[in-house]
RNA sequence: GGCCACGUGGCGGAGUGGUGACGCAGCGGACUGCAAAUCCGUAUACCCCAGUUCGAUUCUGGGCGUGGCCUCCA
């Protein structure tokens, strides 16, 4: 059993106790949604899901909990309705649509719960109400602040003290403040707004609800703190995220939920990932280096091809996930050679992917070895190198465990599987081609007749034709098969 | 300026106080009309300095380098 995490709290590498192994709690920070995700955000979707997959193996499916929240009201939201004249509503539910449809082809288990802060204002006024009436909050201008300084444990989780922070303030502060470290928990909408994107009414800049406090909005933290009591309790097991949450968001939520609920723990393990960057920059922009999921599976933006789903986890579960990763076009043909070299073996060794095996194959274990090497922090990269070693095996029982292996890390799935085999001649993924197979089939076929006849010429000349077309040849010992250029 | 993380062979990337993971690329060989694929074999590393130690890439201190965070709204 003995899973060790590395816990932020701590900064140290501890041995993973649930509170109750009969259920296990996760929360994790979603998307803010407002546009495409962008790889930088899949890598926690990606990390969390490898994490939930792994507590479900080891304490069973159903003592686990997975929430991963939706942002859905966020002044970004509403500074892009205003930028392209439609309403909220429609710029949320847009964007959570393509977020699904994005992480759908990462291979991510949905999570048990994924909650939407607009559908939990109530909540958020009565933690507000609450922090109030302890003495945590105030209300000022129209805004009600949260008191760093009555949380004396305010900074433990981002390891700093709010005087140091103090000292290093660069942004001006806001005079309704009683200390420069206080942050918003509800923050004035105009009244004009009234019947915005909060209640789906008519089309404004500002969403709001009504408050104790007037016409107005949560500020970005409270959401989590509220959201997370509610479906996993005042304590839980895990809360994770990007390490670029770690300060102010977490910390902010930490301070919110132990003033709420009389310094009770809000979650025993923070775990955090670590940050992405493209070609070696910092992914922004200005920098023209902005990569969406979207891109990657749809469009050639990036290394001037799509890039298949699988390949996109791989190239994140290759790198430990606290370390900085970058991302690059190299990174990505690696591994897909990698990845296509495993599903070919699977294949090579027998396995076959026809219906009636379906619940033969979901039945067979993960290695072990692999889950040793998870269970150690989530050690993926040890884990593929696990897998490199099952692939050197050659009997058809190991290609079961390798098919197991990677539809365990989420890497293969019974029907990928099964398509590839469908068009098994060696060829990857069509998919997402335009490749016209009829042709390609008549091209090789007019090539064998000329190697039949010795014709090298001709038969060298169809294979540069197909070589054009980003069709590479295998002559086997049977048959000669394709697969496209990678 | 404060705080934090990281620095391993051509590239990616684990790990460890003492037998130099793993993958890709490279090189040699087998196979092949030629290729591709596949198979076998193989060289190369631990940012710098000092300390602890019988011994450090692994621990401690300093330096250098890279990246990140330093409060909503702007």
């Given at each position: 059993m003995s899973l060790k995490l590395y816990n932020t709290l701590s900064r140290k590498k501890e041995l993973f106790k649930p509170i109750n192994p009969e259920k296990v709690g996760m929360y994790v920070c979603g998307p803010t949604v407002y546009d495409h995700a962008h790889i930088g955000n899949a890598r926690p979707i990606i990390v969390f899901d490898v994490l939930y997959r792994l507590l479900r193996y080891l304490y069973g499916e159903a003592h686990v909990t997975y929430v991963r929240n939706i942002t859905d009201v966020d002044d970004k939201i509403n500074a892009r309705a205003a930028q392209e004249g439609v309403s909220i509503g429609e710029i949320t539910a847009r964007t959570i649509k393509q977020f699904h449809e994005d992480i759908k082809a990462l291979g991510v288990l949905p999570p048990d719960k994924e909650p939407r802060a607009t559908e939990h204002i109530e909540g958020m006024i009565a933690m507000i109400k609450t922090l109030i009436e302890r003495g945590h909050a105030y209300e000022a201008d129209g805004h009600v602040l949260f008191?760093?300084?009555?949380?004396?444990?305010?900074g433990c989780l981002s390891n700093r003290s709010p005087d140091e922070m103090r000292a290093g303030a660069r942004v001006d502060v806001a005079s309704y403040k009683k200390d420069p470290m206080d942050f918003v928990l509800w923050k004035p909408s105009p009244q004009e707004a009234r019947g915005g994107g909060g209640a789906g009414g008519k089309q404004t800049s500002l969403p709001g609800w009504d408050s104790p406090w007037g016409y107005g909005r949560p500020g970005w933290h409270i959401e989590c703190s509220v959201m997370s009591e509610k479906y996993l309790g005042k304590t839980f097991d895990i809360h994770g995220g990007g390490a670029d949450l770690i300060f102010p968001h977490h910390e902010n939520e930490i301070a919110q939920s132990t003033c709420a609920h009389g310094n009770a723990v809000m979650a025993k393990y923070f775990v955090h990932n670590g940050y992405l960057q493209v070609e070696g920059e910092k992914m922004s922009k200005s920098l023209g280096n902005f990569i969406t999921i979207h891109d990657l599976l749809k469009t050639e933006k990036f290394g001037g091809r799509k890039w298949p789903g699988d390949v996109l986890r791989l190239v994140m579960l290759?790198?430990?996930?606290?370390q900085p990763i970058d991302w690059t076009t190299k990174a990505l043909e690696q591994a897909y050679g990698e990845l296509y070299g495993w599903k070919e073996k699977i294949l090579s060794l027998k396995v076959s992917f026809q219906e009636g095996n379906r619940d033969y194959y979901s039945g067979f274990p993960p290695a072990k070895t692999v889950i040793d090497h998870l269970k150690n922090d989530l050690n993926t990269a040890g884990a593929i190198a696990e897998l490199h070693k099952l692939a050197k095996a050659d009997d058809i029982s190991d290609g079961h465990s390798l098919f197991a292996t990677l539809n365990f890390l989420g890497l293969a799935s019974f029907d990928s599987m099964a398509r590839f085999e469908t068009y098994q001649e060696g060829t990857t993924i069509i998919d997402d081609q335009d490749i016209n197979v009829g042709r390609v089939e008549e091209l090789i076929d007019n090539r064998n007749a000329a190697r039949e006849a010795r014709d090298w010429n001709e038969a060298d000349r169809i294979r540069d034709e197909l070589d054009a077309m980003g069709i590479v040849l295998k002559d086997g010992p049977e048959r000669t098969t394709w697969e496209i250029k990678r």
């Open positions: 008191s760093v300084s009555s949380d004396q444990s305010y290759k790198t430990h996930y606290r």
